[in-house]
Structures are given as structure tokens and as C-alpha cells.
């Protein structure tokens, strides 16, 4: 598969903002994902961005994507407790059926 | 709406022994997909089916057999366990029709440990 690639661990303060990193490498990639694992949980997605936009809102969400460096990024706005999961980011190209996932960031929320 | 639904949810195996895991999906999906989760290394793909009577393999078969005899099911077999098995196995399926948007859907995982 593609390289998809996330740092493995973020810790935040409850309150601030988190910014959730990743790169990937293929340039035929159409969508970009974003899924949240929580503890004991399969994955669910958060929101997903088409590969001709540049950004996308969504509530406390915001996805930035920059295309011509092949980086993604999550921010989650005002950070809550329940906002601690695995974030995984994931693309697809339109050759194939399949997604290749980052490893996961760890997102700590602390007091 | 059950979703995506695999059993069992835990088990342990000796080594040697065999099991089969078992996804079902209730959103008439076409593909499903099998992957394992090991820490640091993400979700990779074990084997996937494109329809019913369909399966192929992904980026790490090896050990693993699949079928999809019914749409709605797709059976994750393990001929003879292995220690290097031990993993948590998500099951996932989506619509299908466009290549593109490849929205999957999760089950909530088996937690396989093979001693």
C-alpha cells in the first residue's frame, strides 16, 4: 500500500486546540480520511476531504489540505476529555478498493 | 441498525488450534475487508471481497484464509495459530459503486491472543 504516515503521540490541555498531523505519498490519492478509535472501540470516521478542496469545516473540526506537499491536518477546536482516542488519517485513490491507514496519533486530553 | 457485527469479541488459542471470525454487515455492502491492528503499526489489510463469492488478498494473508459465501458475511479462518497472530481483527465493509469514495464502516473488533 501507500505510505501513510502520522506522529504516534499528542498530548493536549482540555480547552486548547489539537492539531493532528499526516503525510502521505500517493499523488493519485482522490479522498482523505480521518477516523477516531476510541479505547475498546472499532474506528469511526470523523469527516473526510475530496483531494480538489483545501479545506473543510465541520463544528469543532477543521481539515487542511495541502496538496502539492501531500500533508493533511486535523484541528479539533476547545479539546475535551472526550476527544482522547487513536486518530487515524487514511487515503484513497480511485484505482483501487482499498485504504491505506497512518499508525494512529494518541490524543491525551489533560486537566 | 446492528451495522457491522463480528464474533466473538475475545478469544485465546493455543498454538496449532484453529478459529473462524465472523462479520456480518446489515447495510447490503458490497466490500468487506479484514484487518489486524498491532500497536504502531495502524490497520493493515488481511484480505478483502469486492462481492459475494469474491475474496483477495491483501498486504499480510499469509496464515489467514477468507470467504464470502453470502453478501451479507465475510468468515476470517486461521488454519493453525500462531504466537505472531495475536492482534486485534476489525471487520469493514462499504457501498461500493465508486471507487473513489471508499467510506468503510467498523465493527468493534475480536481481540485474538494465541499463546
Known amino acids: 500500500g501507500e505510505d501513510v504516515e502520522q506522529s504516534l503521540f499528542l498530548s493536549v490541555r482540555e480547552g486548547d486546540s489539537s492539531v493532528i498531523n499526516c503525510t502521505y505519498t500517493d499523488s493519485s490519492s482522490t479522498y482523505l480520511y480521518w477516523y477516531k478509535q476510541e479505547p475498546g472501540a472499532g474506528l469511526q470516521l470523523l469527516t473526510y476531504?475530496?483531494?480538489?478542496?483545501d479545506m473543510k469545516q465541520d463544528q469543532r473540526l477543521t481539515v487542511l489540505l495541502n496538496k502539492k506537499d501531500k500533508h493533511l491536518s486535523l484541528r479539533i477546536a476547545d479539546t475535551q476529555t472526550g476527544d482522547s482516542a487513536i486518530y487515524f488519517c487514511?487515503?484513497?485513490?480511485?484505482?483501487?478498493?482499498?485504504?491505506?491507514f497512518g499508525a494512529g496519533t494518541t490524543v491525551t486530553v489533560r486537566a | 441498525n446492528a451495522g457491522v457485527t463480528q464474533t466473538p469479541k475475545f478469544r485465546v488459542l493455543k498454538t496449532g488450534q484453529s478459529m473462524t471470525l465472523l462479520c456480518a454487515q446489515d447495510m447490503n455492502h458490497e466490500y468487506m475487508y479484514w484487518y489486524r491492528q498491532d500497536p504502531g503499526m495502524g490497520l493493515r489489510l488481511i484480505h478483502y471481497s469486492v462481492g459475494e463469492g469474491t475474496t483477495a488478498k491483501g498486504e499480510v494473508p499469509d496464515g489467514y484464509n477468507v470467504s464470502r459465501l453470502k453478501k451479507q458475511n465475510f468468515l476470517l479462518g486461521l488454519e493453525s495459530a500462531a504466537p505472531s497472530q495475536t492482534s486485534v481483527y476489525f471487520c469493514?465493509?462499504?457501498?461500493?459503486?465508486?471507487?473513489?469514495?471508499?467510506?468503510?464502516?467498523f465493527g468493534a473488533g475480536t481481540r485474538l491472543s494465541v499463546l
Open positions: 487514511a487515503e484513497s485513490d480511485s484505482n483501487d478498493y482499498k485504504l491505506s
Open positions: 476531504i475530496f483531494s480538489n478542496m
Open positions: 469493514a465493509s462499504t457501498e461500493g459503486g465508486t471507487l473513489a469514495k471508499n467510506i468503510q464502516y
